[in-house]
């Protein structure tokens, strides 16, 4: 009885060699398959989202660059911002000066008129045009000239105070020119067409 368990010990034990050997082989082919199948490299979407990430990356440079430029943009118009304020401030300075120097001219240029207005008022008060006039009451004695030249039609007479006129003392029908005249208190001045006299 033990001879025949031998020889089927025998038997069998080829069979489970074969068996472990093909499930070995197995194994190590289903390990390999499972290993070409698991790659996350070769898949769709990890090609997908490496592709993405790419045109992402080369717009993230692109954004960058276009950020740079606008950087040095805005530095280059600071820049030209400073130098026109540079320039602003200094056409200020130069408005400013140029105010106060018209300020100072027109200043002067009141002073001016003030005193031209004060030599008019006073050449109005001393001035006398045609008509009678008596000397000490009507107007100051002294001497008395025409302010413009003259027609040839004017008539100066100095006469008398209460002789209506009469007796000349002088007189004179100057052609043109600018006359003068002399006349003391108590005297009559006549002038006709002679224009304004100024006493001087």
Same mark, same amino acid.
């Given at each position: 009885m033990a001879p025949e368990n031998n020889v089927a010990r025998k038997g069998k034990k080829p069979l489970v060699i074969g068996s472990v050997i093909a499930l070995v082989v197995g194994l190590a082919g289903g390990t390999g398959l499972g290993l070409a199948v698991a790659d996350p490299t070769d898949s769709k979407q990890y090609i997908e989202q490496s592709e993405l990430l790419q045109a992402t990356e080369t717009e993230l440079v692109e954004v960058k660059g276009n950020i740079d430029e606008r950087e040095a943009n805005v530095k280059t118009r600071g820049e030209e911002l400073d130098v026109r304020s540079g320039e602003l401030d200094s056409r200020?300075?130069?408005?400013?000066?140029?105010?106060?120097?018209?300020e100072a001219e027109s200043a002067a240029v009141l002073e001016r008129e003030?005193?031209? !207005?004060?030599?008019?008022?006073?050449?109005?008060? %001393?001035?006398?045009?045609?008509?009678?006039?008596?000397? @000490? #009451?009507?107007?100051?004695?002294?001497?008395?000239?025409?302010?413009?030249?003259?027609?040839?039609?004017?008539?100066?007479?100095?006469?008398?105070?209460?002789?209506?006129?009469?007796?000349?003392?002088?007189?004179?029908?100057?052609? !043109?020119?600018?006359?003068?005249?002399?006349?003391? %208190?108590?005297?009559?001045?006549?002038?006709?067409?002679? @224009? #304004?006299?100024?006493?001087?």
């Amino acid at each position: 009885m033990a001879p025949e368990n031998n020889v089927a010990r025998k038997g069998k034990k080829p069979l489970v060699i074969g068996s472990v050997i093909a499930l070995v082989v197995g194994l190590a082919g289903g390990t390999g398959l499972g290993l070409a199948v698991a790659d996350p490299t070769d898949s769709k979407q990890y090609i997908e989202q490496s592709e993405l990430l790419q045109a992402t990356e080369t717009e993230l440079v692109e954004v960058k660059g276009n950020i740079d430029e606008r950087e040095a943009n805005v530095k280059t118009r600071g820049e030209e911002l400073d130098v026109r304020s540079g320039e602003l401030d200094s056409r200020s300075s130069d408005l400013d000066k140029r105010e106060k120097s018209v300020e100072a001219e027109s200043a002067a240029v009141l002073e001016r008129e003030k005193t031209v !207005g004060l030599v008019e008022e006073e050449q109005k008060a %001393k001035s006398i045009g045609d008509g009678v006039y008596t000397v @000490g #009451t009507d107007i100051e004695p002294g001497t008395y000239r025409a302010k413009e030249e003259v027609e040839t039609n004017c008539f100066w007479g100095i006469t008398k105070d209460g002789t209506n006129g009469e007796n000349y003392i002088a007189a004179g029908n100057p052609l !043109g020119g600018r006359p003068t005249v002399v006349v003391k %208190k108590g005297q009559v001045l006549h002038l006709s067409y002679c @224009g #304004t006299f100024v006493r001087q």
